[in-house]
């Protein structure tokens, strides 16, 4: 039987806005994996990295607590967490993982409401659009820790809406699966893109990868060829 894995984390809260002039994003990004593919060898090759350099072989990866040298990884040097963000980017890029992601920004649906209805559709336009893709597997497996209760009503309600061979996983963690670490890679990513397209700079992401114009050289480019 054929599956695919669906892994999905967000950025943001659905709170309302407290100041119109900042640019509030919500973003949630899809992971995609044909489940046929083995990505064992990768995960076993990407945590003996961890072990040769030191680390618990099953550390997870925050990217934004790690780009800031937020905890767990306030003892790590900026070197350090640069190799660390750069070899999970490779993880995902490796396996050729397609992503898609949702971007609302607050300033224009500042009520959860209104980031329902754009979530939805974008859904529902995202199924569309590669009707022939998810057509072609038997049971489509959704990977969500359920951070948002929200969030959650909203992914049962659209992927309802638009596929009848959909299940959610139970009992999911982010530490457990490195894939949902990579979806958790595609927001960060996905907001520091948005806020160099606005000329919203964050002085701990320049520093981190020395310079927003490397950072898009380095990443943005693969990044771009991975979307669904």
Do not use: W
């Amino acid at each position: 039987m054929s599956e695919l894995g669906i892994f999905i984390d967000e950025s943001g809260v659905f709170d309302n806005i407290k100041n119109a002039v900042t640019r509030d994003l919500y973003i949630v990004s899809f992971l995609f994996h044909n489940k046929s593919l083995s990505i064992d060898y990768d995960i076993n090759a990407f945590e003996n990295y961890l072990i040769q350099n030191g680390f618990k072989p099953h550390l997870p990866i925050h990217t934004m607590p790690l780009i800031r040298k937020q905890k767990p990884y306030s003892e790590f040097d900026r070197e350090t967490r640069r190799k660390l963000f750069h070899h999970i980017f490779q993880f995902m890029r490796k396996l050729k993982i397609k992503h898609k992601t949702f971007v609302c920004d607050k300033k224009f649906c500042p009520t959860k409401q209104a980031i329902k209805q754009e979530l939805e559709a974008y859904i529902k336009k995202m199924v569309m659009d590669n009707y022939e893709y998810f057509d072609k597997f038997d049971e489509i497996v959704i990977y969500y820790d359920k951070g948002q209760d929200y969030l959650t009503k909203i992914l049962h309600n659209a992927f309802a809406n638009c596929l009848n061979n959909y299940r959610f996983k139970e009992n999911v963690c982010q530490e457990d699966y490195r894939l949902l670490q990579c979806a958790d890679l595609v927001c960060s990513i996905e907001l520091i893109k948005q806020r160099k397209e606005n000329n919203k700079h964050i002085r701990a992401v320049e520093e981190f990868f020395k310079s927003a114009n490397k950072f898009h050289k380095n990443y943005i480019k693969t990044y771009n060829e991975l979307e669904l």
